[in-house]
């Protein structure tokens, strides 16, 4: 049933199929965009699957090492090597656009680059396995910053999937139905005018006839 406020007017019938089309358009585009969205959170959840199992491996075997290195160095040795850092690092943060969805792009940096800053402490008095531990937080450090890259895109790009879905069932269910009845209702009403119309007109060519006939006799 079409919308009781709807004016059946050609202008109406005009404006309608304009919209008809602007929205048939805009649902396909928006279903190509939901489909390449899809594909890139795809493509992001079996990369952020990878960083997980990586970075879970690195910290599994940095808190191994940092167990060993507890047993055999006293805990007030062990918090005196660690208290005075020597490596210092920032953290720059870019966004990059993924189908209209901006997501961060963070790069790490080290104010010193020399691998060896990471140890604060001299080598004399400290065991090997502080070494390990330290060498393998900061080789596990830049997988844990793409992972938390990846983790925000996930879940931006997930919103922005919901978003557009709802957009595409909006148009698909509800808005170009709509419209279509509308159009179908306006067409048989313009269909019945002109149908009425041709009827008046050919009873009053009729009138006009039989008036004509009358006056010839």
């Known amino acids: 049933m079409a919308s009781k406020t709807i ?3 050609r202008m109406e019938l005009t404006r309608l199929k304009g919209r008809l089309r602007t929205a048939v358009r805009g649902h396909r585009l928006l279903k190509d965009k939901r489909d390449e969205l899809m594909r890139q959170f795809f493509l992001i959840v079996r990369e952020n699957k990878e960083l997980r199992a990586k970075v879970e491996k690195g910290i599994e075997e940095a808190n191994r090492a940092m167990t060993v290195a507890s047993s055999v160095m006293s805990p007030e ?3 005196q090597a660690l208290l005075y850092p020597k490596q210092s690092a920032t953290l720059d943060m870019t966004f990059r656009n993924i189908m209209s969805v901006s997501v961060p792009v ?3 940096h080290t104010k010193n680059e020399d691998a060896a800053s990471i140890y604060p402490y001299g ?3 400290t065991s090997g396995e502080l070494d390990d531990a330290l060498g393998a937080l900061a080789s596990v450090f830049q997988d844990m910053l793409a992972l938390a890259q990846a983790e925000k895109k996930t879940q931006l790009l997930a919103s922005e999937i919901e978003k557009t879905r709802r957009r595409v069932n909006a148009l698909e269910y509800v808005m ?3 419209m279509e009845k509308n159009i179908k209702y306006i067409s048989m009403k313009l269909e019945e005018n002109d149908r009425a119309t ?4 050919m009873k009053v060519k009729d009138m006009v006839l039989k008036d004509a006939h009358k006056f010839e006799a």
Request: glycine letters at 0%; hydrophobic letters at 40%.
């Open 123 to 125: 080598f004399a008095q």
């Open 7 to 9: 004016n059946p007017t």
């Open 198 to 201: 041709k009827v008046r007109l």
């Open 176 to 178: 170009i139905p709509e």
């Open 77 to 79: 040795m062990l918090q």
């Open 106 to 108: 963070y790069e790490f």
